[in-house]
């Protein structure tokens, strides 16, 4: 029987983990944290737990939230019911809720961290704090701060974003957005079981002004953030040159989530890529192939991460230009007020189910003439960039 390694237990290794176990693989995961918190919204979308359904129906803490608003400044807000709930959870009860199902598959968990590796004889001998083993293979889920240079995506400061927020003991019915003046990113309030995520996430600005941001609009809206617990967190975010260089498995390894760059450039999401790569990678280890590397970056490139690439090109203009002396998303929420059929496919962009690639030629096809609607069809030709040929 193979052995394989998963080093990491969040989302994408868990994943990954109880699917390589349930296979008949000797399956042990490298994780010194174990269950932990992040500075995130914890949305999981209805892509996910459609596909997934023990991601709904399982006992931890959870919410099911329908309502959301988006603002800008000069826009002011809209608010709107999303046409499927996001399930939001504490990522401490996500994660513990993953490892336990990859324990009860029969996964080992060691609560030890990865201090190297070495390849020999097509095997890894993996030295940890406690001690050496061994493995045939290593899924590698260690997150975008990855300790193992060879392994994963290759992160520099053009191809991450700065996410840091407050964990605060209070409640909201709602998820709140919040968008600025020419910076590429957004701030969040997502409603969890006991306590409010009040984050924000973006790139091009230091850590200190992103805090700045945050604790002004919180002060604005008259919640309560100090003494709340504060988080910081490092995003992966690739722009396009990164999608076409990046670096997702090799020699006897795979990267998942974080770890290879699977992560949403428009709006930062990040749980539904991760367990689906912990998913496809073990597709690719149980496949018997005799290059599962390839088998794999063939899966992620027909599941999702062609779409992400086009999103990279998307990102920065949406975030950055400009249309009628006003920014992207406060003309977008303009129109989202106005406009039911624009409503029904940002709802869709929540769920998961509206592919980035399809979304210029299904606006378009929603439009019927009207003078707004004319703006709008401007504005998709300035912002949304052409669809790549399938």
């Excluded at 513990?96 to 590796?117: D, F, H, N, P, S």
């Excluded at 060879?150 to 964990?167: E, P, S, V």
């Excluded at 002060?219 to 670096?247: C, T, V």
Aim: proline share 6%; net charge positive; glycine share 10%.
């Amino acid at each position: 029987m193979s052995r394989v390694a998963v080093l990491g237990g969040g989302p994408a290794g868990s994943f990954a983990a109880e699917r390589l176990a349930r296979a008949g693989w000797r399956t042990r995961i490298y994780e010194e944290k174990l269950a932990w918190e992040k500075p995130c919204g914890g949305g999981v979308t209805f892509k996910a737990y459609q596909q997934y359904p023990y991601l709904l129906d399982n006992p931890a803490p959870k919410k099911l939230v329908t309502e959301t608003r988006l603002a800008a400044p000069t826009a002011g807000e809209v608010q709107m019911t999303l046409p499927q709930p996001l399930l939001i959870y504490a990522r401490a009860d996500l994660n513990g809720m993953l490892l336990r199902r990859a324990e009860a598959a029969g996964a080992q968990i060691e609560k030890t961290r990865v201090l190297g590796l070495e390849r020999t004889g097509g095997r890894w001998k993996i030295r940890t704090r406690d001690g050496m083993d061994e493995a045939d293979y290593c899924v590698v889920a260690t997150g975008a701060r990855n300790p193992l240079r060879d392994m994963g995506t290759r992160y520099t400061t053009a191809n991450t974003m700065l996410a840091l927020g407050y964990y605060i003991p209070c409640d909201s019915a709602a998820i709140d957005i919040q968008f600025f003046e020419q910076f590429e990113g957004y701030l969040w309030l997502f409603p969890r079981c006991g306590h409010l995520s009040a984050g924000i996430c973006g790139r091009g600005e230091p850590a200190q002004r992103l805090r700045s941001r945050l604790e002004g609009y919180l002060r604005r809206k008259g919640i309560a953030y100090q003494g709340s617990e504060f988080y910081s967190h490092m995003l992966p975010s690739l722009d396009a040159p990164s999608w076409k260089s990046n670096r997702v498995a090799g020699e006897g390894w795979l990267a998942v989530g974080d770890a290879g760059g699977l992560v949403d450039p428009v709006t930062g999401e990040g749980l539904y890529y991760a367990m689906r790569s912990g998913d496809l990678a073990s597709r690719a280890l149980n496949a018997g192939a005799d290059a599962p590397e390839e088998a794999y970056r063939n899966l992620l490139r027909r599941e999702f991460a062609g779409d992400l690439e086009y999103a990279s090109r998307l990102a920065k203009r949406f975030f950055r230009d400009h249309f009628l002396f006003g920014s992207v998303p406060a003309r977008m929420i303009q129109f989202l007020r106005r406009s039911p059929r624009l409503r029904s496919i940002v709802g869709d962009l929540f769920a998961g189910t509206q592919p980035y690639s399809g979304l210029k030629s299904r606006l378009l096809e929603n439009l019927n003439g009207t003078l707004q609607e004319m703006a709008m069809s401007a504005l998709l030709h300035r912002v949304v960039p052409e669809a790549p040929p399938r």
